[in-house]
């Protein structure tokens, strides 16, 4: 545990990316298996430790701490693994297992023992080991290391590809001693099951004004950007797999997405509810999101369906390096032999001027239905990743609201001394109601000042929560607004944010709910 | 403390305690700005602090200066004075005060580990004391000074090729972050700000040996490579910090045991090296003095009473203004 917890705080405390990549790489040549493979799973965020919930940490730390002075101390540190790791009070002589064996333990802990283990670790640990043995629980570290720097540091440290890495990321699990065997040149490039296996996706840059004059516009088509979730599906013989864009499965949610064909196929798609592939907004669609069991009652009235953007693999046939036109070809010959129930294709918008597409988009929009449009690199392959030069998103104007500040709560990680999560209103009669959260859009400056007035104008704490005079007015920019039971304003604002401060406009001056509902609902 | 009022107001000779601002008569605590300032008309103090406030604020800081020595009392009218080492920086004292058999103890900045920069902590018994609480959180449990002094003398040895840049408060942790590197066989030359020349001066002019320290000159750039140089927070925080060829930042202070804080600050290496007392010090005191008051100055003043109550003692906020509290003293 004493290498791990020194890794996580030089990570933390080092800024450079490159330098970060060089702690890394060193960790990864000196650590053995399977220490270096778990400490891998975690800050790839691919560890869960199911067992021990957060709130069992918390009792244990009040059996020992002052359930007050606790309180206190976590409001001025701001970060709960942080907090307990200096308030511990304990101290014992020991030294803690190393991560793989801590691992074990945790995992395999009886729910009796789990109060007396913890309370020995934490008593033996030294601070730093304190907080990684936290961190490692909670989950989540925020020491701003992201899956993708950990891969690099193992191109790295290998000498081996990244994107080679990416490929078969999904198909290995921790602690991965056939990718290490692999990336230490003592075995094969892991094999990875096509069926079940994500393939890390292709992500599209904001187009910017300073882009539209240096593309040429006859190198590229558009399609629409459907505003559901993106999707990849694997079809196999009789099996169907969905994955999220982040590479989680998804599929059982979505029962009715069968397969008719009997070909292997790896699509790219959006996921939209609708009938005869009309979508429906992206409320409907939430109503699908997240449910472990799905009724027929949810199918039927949103049932889901597909718009195909793209193709990967035919038939073991990889075809991510072939060109989009290509791979369009092959796309619209498979969906015409396999037409069934469940895909539609996403069409091709041809067009020979930006100005001509940018009217397109500004006719042709359907505000619940779209997001945007996408623009596609006509002779690009499929490149996992976000690179440069191939696809671009064009989204819709947002919106924009101002609002009254009402609440506020402090931040994490590098943010946790400033008040930066806040909630905000419009009138509801002479009663503000909140309408939404938003918690960046501001700069470190407009940051400065919103904790600063948060910090002069507290009117009521709730525990962590802070209430303030209703007298600062910020202006919000929104993607859309969706009608929301769970809100009690009844509205929900989609990707909310502080757009600007508004300190030169009283808030008596904003509006009110029913204005904004009858505007944008 | 019905002769005593809230802004430490000595009502029975007219003199205050570490005043904001200018006032007739002031008792200084230690060097500090955020307790010394200048403008008062008569001021007692240590030799060393009425020092210190003249190299910061000029000879004629004050009208009057008058010296009282540790250990020895001063009485004006009824009122006994007597000064006790407070073991914070050179100089600094706790203020004992005591008025018709009532003893008071102004605690000023303190800590009670062991400094070879200043003498050691003196405790004194009292009715009421009144003391500081910047650390006090019982998240700050210092850890020992010399095992943090190692971890930069580590760093230097791993990163040879790096200036290691230590931010630290112009006085007191300066000196004290030098002398710790000496008491560790650090005998290499030591570079500086030259904001902190002359304190280093007067500390050296006192018998405190920091060994061979020099001001820095920028014009020779790769020449400091693989050493350490001190400076204040600010100096690191603006341009001048520049000049240096991939510097590694470090910071003494008791709030870099807050890794939060330290990322905020750019820290890369956080040195928790504090020179006030920390939760355990500052309520093991206060169980020590046996006092049944006990008023807060300045810091994270609702712990230490919310303490106070669990410990059967009356405790009192005061939140004094003006005390420098968030900057990383």
């Given at each position: 545990m004493?290498?791990?917890?020194?890794?996580?705080?030089?990570?933390l405390l080092?800024?450079?990316?490159?330098?970060?990549?060089?702690?890394?790489?060193?960790?990864?040549?000196?650590?053995?298996?399977?220490?270096?493979g778990?400490?891998?799973?975690?800050?790839?965020?691919?560890?869960?430790?199911?067992?021990?919930?957060?709130?069992?940490?918390?009792?244990?730390?009040?059996?020992?701490?002052?359930?007050?002075?606790?309180?206190?101390?976590?409001?001025?540190?701001?970060?709960?693994?942080?907090?307990?790791?200096?308030?511990?009070?304990?101290?014992?002589?020991?030294?803690?297992?190393s991560?793989?064996?801590?691992?074990?333990?945790?995992?395999?802990?009886?729910?009796?023992?789990?109060n007396?283990t913890?309370k020995?670790?934490?008593s033996?640990?030294n601070?730093?080991?304190?907080?990684?043995?936290?961190?490692?629980?909670?989950g989540?570290?925020?020491?701003?290391?992201?899956?993708?720097?950990?891969?690099?540091?193992?191109?790295?440290?290998?000498?081996?590809?990244?994107?080679?890495?990416?490929?078969?990321?999904?198909?290995?699990e921790a602690?991965?001693?056939n990718?290490?065997?692999?990336?230490?040149?003592?075995?094969?490039?892991?094999?990875?099951d096509?069926?079940?296996?994500?393939?890390?996706?292709?992500?599209?840059?904001?187009?910017?004004?300073?882009?539209?004059?240096?593309?040429?516009?006859?190198?590229?088509?558009?399609?629409?950007?459907?505003d559901?979730?993106?999707?990849?599906?694997?079809?196999?013989k009789?099996?169907?797999?969905?994955?999220?864009?982040?590479?989680?499965?998804?599929?059982?949610?979505?029962?009715?997405?069968k397969?008719?064909?009997?070909?292997?196929v790896?699509?790219?798609?959006?996921?939209?509810?609708?009938?005869?592939?009309?979508?429906?907004?992206?409320?409907?669609?939430?109503?699908?999101?997240?449910?472990?069991?799905?009724?027929?009652?949810?199918?039927d009235?949103?049932?889901?369906?597909i718009?195909?953007?793209?193709?990967?693999y035919?038939?073991?046939?990889?075809?991510?390096?072939k060109?989009?036109?290509?791979r369009?070809?092959?796309?619209?010959?498979?969906?015409?032999?396999n037409?069934?129930?469940?895909?539609?294709?996403?069409?091709?918008?041809?067009?020979?001027?930006?100005?001509?597409?940018?009217?397109?988009?500004?006719?042709q929009?359907?505000?619940?239905?779209?997001e945007?449009?996408?623009?596609?690199?006509?002779?690009?392959?499929?490149?996992?990743g976000?690179?440069?030069?191939?696809?671009?998103?064009?989204?819709?104007?947002?919106?924009?609201?101002?609002?009254?500040?009402?609440?506020?709560?402090?931040?994490?990680g590098?943010r946790s001394s400033?008040?930066?999560?806040?909630?905000?209103?419009?009138?509801?009669?002479?009663?503000?109601?909140?309408?939404?959260k938003?918690?960046?859009?501001?700069?470190?400056?407009?940051l400065?000042v919103?904790?600063?007035?948060v910090?002069?104008?507290?009117i009521k704490?709730?525990?962590?929560?802070?209430?303030v005079?209703?007298?600062?007015?910020?202006?919000?920019?929104?993607?859309?607004?969706?009608?929301?039971?769970?809100?009690?304003s009844?509205?929900?604002?989609?990707?909310?944010?502080?757009k600007?401060?508004?300190?030169?406009k009283?808030?008596?001056?904003?509006?009110?709910?029913?204005?904004?509902?009858?505007?944008?609902? | 403390?019905?002769?005593?009022?809230k802004?430490?107001?000595?009502?029975?000779?007219?003199?205050?305690?570490?005043p904001?601002?200018?006032?007739?008569n002031?008792?200084?605590?230690?060097?500090?700005?955020?307790?010394?300032?200048?403008?008062h008309?008569n001021?007692?103090?240590?030799?060393?602090?009425?020092?210190?406030?003249?190299?910061?604020?000029?000879?004629?800081?004050?009208?009057?200066?008058?010296?009282?020595?540790?250990?020895?009392?001063?009485k004006?009218?009824?009122?006994?004075?007597?000064?006790?080492?407070?073991?914070?920086?050179?100089?600094?004292?706790?203020?004992?005060?005591?008025?018709?058999?009532e003893?008071?103890n102004?605690?000023?900045?303190?800590?009670?580990?062991?400094?070879?920069?200043?003498?050691?902590?003196?405790?004194?018994?009292?009715?009421?004391l009144?003391?500081?609480?910047?650390?006090?959180?019982?998240?700050?449990?210092?850890p020992?000074e010399?095992?943090?002094?190692?971890?930069?003398?580590?760093?230097?040895?791993?990163?040879s090729?790096?200036?290691?840049?230590?931010?630290?408060?112009?006085l007191?942790?300066?000196?004290?972050?030098?002398?710790?590197?000496?008491?560790?066989?650090?005998?290499?030359?030591?570079?500086?700000?030259?904001s902190?020349e002359?304190?280093?001066e007067?500390?050296?002019?006192?018998?405190?040996?920091?060994?061979?320290?020099?001001?820095?000159?920028l014009?020779?750039?790769?020449?400091?490579?693989?050493?350490?140089?001190?400076?204040?927070?600010?100096?690191i925080?603006?341009?001048?910090?520049?000049?240096?060829?991939?510097?590694?930042?470090?910071?003494?202070?008791?709030?870099?045991?807050?890794?939060?804080?330290?990322k905020?600050?750019?820290v890369?290496?956080?040195?928790?090296?504090?020179?006030?007392?920390?939760?355990?010090?500052?309520?093991?005191?206060?169980?020590f003095?046996?006092?049944?008051?006990?008023?807060?100055?300045h810091?994270?003043?609702?712990?230490i009473?919310?303490?106070?109550?669990?410990?059967?003692?009356?405790?009192?906020?005061?939140?004094?203004?003006?005390?420098?509290?968030?900057?990383?003293?």
């Open positions: 004493k290498k791990f917890s020194e890794l996580i705080n030089k990570l080092t800024s450079s990316r490159n330098r970060k990549i060089d702690i890394l790489s060193n960790y990864f040549q000196n650590t053995s298996d399977p220490d270096r778990y400490t891998l799973a975690i800050l790839t965020n691919e560890l869960e430790l199911r067992n021990i919930p957060i709130s069992r940490i918390k009792e244990i730390v009040f059996e020992n701490v002052d359930n007050e002075l606790f309180t206190l101390s976590y409001d001025y540190v701001g970060d709960l693994a942080e907090t307990i790791s200096l308030i511990w009070p304990h101290k014992e002589l020991g030294s803690l297992l991560i793989s064996e801590i691992i074990d333990v945790l995992r395999n802990l009886k729910r009796d023992e789990v007396k913890l020995n670790y934490l033996i640990a601070e730093t080991e304190r907080w990684a043995l936290i961190k490692l629980i909670s989540g570290l925020r020491i701003g290391v992201s899956s993708r720097l950990a891969k690099t540091a193992l191109a790295k440290f290998s000498n081996k590809k990244l994107d080679d890495i990416e490929k078969i990321w999904h198909g290995i602690p991965y001693d990718l290490f065997n692999w990336l230490c040149d003592e075995g094969p490039m892991p094999k990875i096509l069926l079940k296996t994500f393939n890390p996706m292709m992500l599209a840059n904001p187009i910017s004004k300073n882009d539209f004059k240096t593309l040429i516009s006859s190198q590229f088509i558009a399609e629409w950007k459907w559901g979730i993106r999707v990849q599906i694997i079809l196999g009789s099996s169907v797999k969905i994955f999220s864009r982040t590479g989680d499965d998804i599929s059982q949610s979505f029962p009715e997405i397969n008719s064909a009997d070909s292997m790896i699509l790219d798609g959006e996921l939209l509810v609708g009938r005869d592939f009309i979508p429906m907004n992206f409320n409907s669609l939430q109503q699908r999101l997240n449910r472990k069991k799905v009724t027929q009652k949810h199918m009235e949103f049932p889901a369906f718009k195909l953007y793209d193709i990967l035919l038939n073991n046939e990889d075809l991510r390096d060109t989009w036109k290509s369009r070809f092959e796309l619209e010959k498979w969906f015409k032999k037409d069934n129930n469940y895909f539609d294709l996403s069409n091709v918008i041809k067009f020979s001027s930006w100005d001509e597409l940018s009217n397109f988009k500004k006719n929009i359907i505000d619940d239905q779209h945007g449009l996408m623009i596609k690199k006509i002779d690009g392959s499929y490149i996992p976000r690179p440069k030069g191939y696809w671009y998103k064009w989204k819709k104007d947002p919106k924009n609201v101002d609002a009254v500040l009402m609440y506020a709560i402090r931040g994490h590098k400033y008040y930066s999560d806040f909630t905000f209103g419009l009138w509801n009669g002479n009663q503000l109601s909140p309408i939404g938003a918690y960046f859009g501001f700069d470190d400056n407009e400065k919103l904790d600063k007035f910090r002069n104008n507290t704490k709730f525990g962590p929560v802070r209430e005079e209703k007298t600062f007015v910020i202006e919000i920019a929104f993607d859309a607004v969706n009608e929301s039971n769970r809100h009690k009844g509205v929900a604002l989609r990707f909310p944010r502080i600007r401060l508004r300190e030169d009283p808030a008596s001056e904003v509006i009110q709910l029913s204005q904004f509902k009858s505007d944008f609902l | 403390m019905k002769w005593i009022d802004n430490l107001h000595i009502k029975p000779i007219n003199t205050h305690i570490d904001y601002k200018p006032v007739e002031a008792i200084i605590t230690h060097g500090h700005a955020d307790h010394a300032k200048p403008g008309k001021v007692l103090a240590t030799s060393e602090t009425i020092e210190i406030m003249k190299i910061r604020y000029g000879e004629n800081c004050a009208e009057n200066f008058q010296i009282l020595p540790t250990n020895q009392s001063l004006i009218n009824d009122v006994l004075i007597k000064f006790f080492p407070a073991g914070h920086i050179l100089g600094s004292v706790q203020v004992l005060t005591e008025y018709k058999g003893k008071i102004f605690t000023g900045d303190y800590k009670t580990t062991s400094d070879q920069t200043c003498k050691d902590f003196e405790p004194v018994k009292c009715h009421t009144v003391t500081e609480a910047t650390f006090g959180l019982p998240v700050f449990q210092h020992n010399n095992e943090e002094i190692k971890k930069l003398l580590k760093s230097i040895n791993l990163f090729e790096r200036p290691h840049l230590v931010g630290v408060y112009a007191g942790k300066a000196q004290r972050v030098i002398n710790l590197l000496r008491q560790q066989g650090y005998d290499k030359e030591i570079f500086i700000h030259g902190l002359k304190l280093c007067y500390y050296q002019n006192n018998n405190i040996d920091l060994g061979r320290i020099t001001k820095v000159n014009k020779k750039k790769k020449d400091y490579n693989g050493e350490i140089i001190l400076a204040p927070p600010s100096a925080k603006n341009i001048w910090s520049r000049k240096f060829e991939d510097p590694i930042i470090c910071q003494a202070s008791g709030w870099m045991s807050i890794k939060q804080r330290a905020q600050s750019l890369e290496l956080p040195l928790i090296i504090s020179d006030h007392a920390d939760w355990n010090e500052l309520t093991k005191y206060i169980k003095t046996d006092a049944e008051n006990v008023y807060v100055t810091g994270r003043e609702e712990a009473v919310h303490w106070c109550k669990m410990n059967n003692i009356n405790g009192l906020a005061l939140s004094l203004s003006g005390r420098d509290d968030e900057e990383q003293l």
